[in-house]
Every structure is written in C-alpha cells, then in structure tokens.
C-alpha cells in the first residue's frame, strides 16, 4: 500500500491551525498511525487507529479520516510543534509503509 | 521507561558486512514484538525488518530479503540486524522500534548511522 502525504512543506505562523493531509493506495479502514519527528532525534507516535491520541499527546493534535483519505490537524502551532510528520499504515504488512513526510515550518 | 539504545553503526565497503544492535530497558522485551527502521540522509522513514516476541516470525521488506537476518536474544533484552552484501543504498539511520500487536510503532531508539562508502 503506497501512502501519500500533501503537502510536502507547509509554512504557518505560530498560533494557527495546520492541516496535514494522508491518502493510502487502497483502503486500510482506520489502520493509520502519524509520527513526529524532530531534527536529530527518533520518530514519537502521535496518533494511532486513525484518531486516537498516544499517551502524553497534547490535545491540539488531532487525526481524522478512513477509508483512503486521513487528516492531521494541529490546532495552535506552538514552537515545539515544527517537525516533519509522517503518516503509516498498518492494515496490509508486510511491508508496514510510510508516506513521504509533511514538514510543517514556521512561516 | 521504556529505553531503546541502537549501536554498531560505522562506515563499510560495499559488499561487506555489519551487525547493529539494539539494547532495550524499561519493559519486558520478550513480551514484544520488534522492528527495525531506517532513514537515508535527509529521507523518509523506510521499514526493514521486523520480529516476532519470541523470535518465530519474521519479515523483512523486499530491498534486504536475503540480505539482511533480524534476531533478538530475549536472555539479553537485546535486538540484532545481520547486514550483508550492503550496497551505497543501504546508507541510513536504523531506528529499532517497539511493535504494538503488529500495528504501530510505539517506541523508537535515537538510531545508529550506517554509511556504506567506498
């Protein structure tokens, strides 16, 4: 299954709201998880099951979606929050599969 | 707290060989399945490999089959990858990581730098 996320770079000011986009190549119902990763450091688990938030997950973060089409949004980008982020299926392994990553930066 | 700590990366010829290890601490390791990740400089995240808990399963993705043997040694709480053959492509990052139930991927070390250079 080929995951793939829009837009590759998404510029926003601290404070408002950024929308990450996910779409898989068939359906994986809610099977998705989404990543954070910051420079030099491992990927987090931020989201799992398409929308439930990961232990110690500040509640800005949110996941929505099924089927093929799936959504991060951030609520109020604060400075800790500028990452690459990445989306992953986990219905049809193996392979589990990433997309390509979306990096939110500062606008 | 759950600890993942990857080391044996280094600098290699192509065709030769290396084995990286992932020590891990701050939960029952046998309980767990484990995989290993990697990312080529300035890429994406990529699966390699992964493990049952008690070492009876495993995958691996299609660029390593054959080259590459995922094993633990649960008496260790330790996480191997056998790297053979490598090639510059296999020039990456490895991140070991936690499997929750064949899903996510729960807990990840900082990683270990492999370069494959002549």
């Known amino acids: 299954i080929v995951m793939t996320q829009s837009p590759a770079t998404l510029s926003v000011s601290p404070g408002e709201r950024a929308t990450l986009s996910c779409r898989a190549s068939?359906?994986?119902?809610?099977?998705l998880a989404w990543y954070q990763q910051k420079p030099g450091q491992a990927p987090r688990l931020l989201i799992y099951g398409a929308s439930t938030r990961a232990t110690g997950i500040p509640a800005r973060f949110s996941g929505s979606g099924s089927e093929t089409e799936f959504t991060l949004t951030i609520s109020s980008l604060e400075s800790e929050d500028f990452a690459v982020y990445y989306c992953q299926q986990y219905k049809n392994w193996p392979p589990w599969t990433f997309g390509q990553g979306t990096k939110v930066e500062i606008k | 707290q759950v600890q993942l700590v990857e080391s044996g990366g280094g600098v290699v010829q192509p065709g030769r060989s290396l084995r990286l290890s992932c020590a891990a601490s701050?939960?029952?390791?046998?309980?767990?399945?484990m995989h290993w990740v990697r990312q080529a400089p300035g890429k994406g995240l990529d699966w390699v490999a992964a493990i049952w808990h008690d070492g009876g399963k495993t995958y691996y993705a299609d660029s390593v089959k054959g080259r590459f043997l995922i094993t633990r040694d649960n008496s260790k709480n330790t996480l191997y990858l056998q790297m053979n053959s490598l090639r510059a492509d296999d020039t990456a990052v490895y991140h070991c990581?936690?499997?929750?139930?064949?899903?996510?991927?729960?807990?990840w070390g900082q990683g270990s730098l492999v370069t494959v250079s002549s």
């Open positions: 990581a936690r499997d929750f139930h064949q899903s996510w991927f729960e807990s």
């Open positions: 068939q359906s994986i119902s809610s099977n």
């Open positions: 701050g939960f029952t390791f046998r309980s767990y399945g």
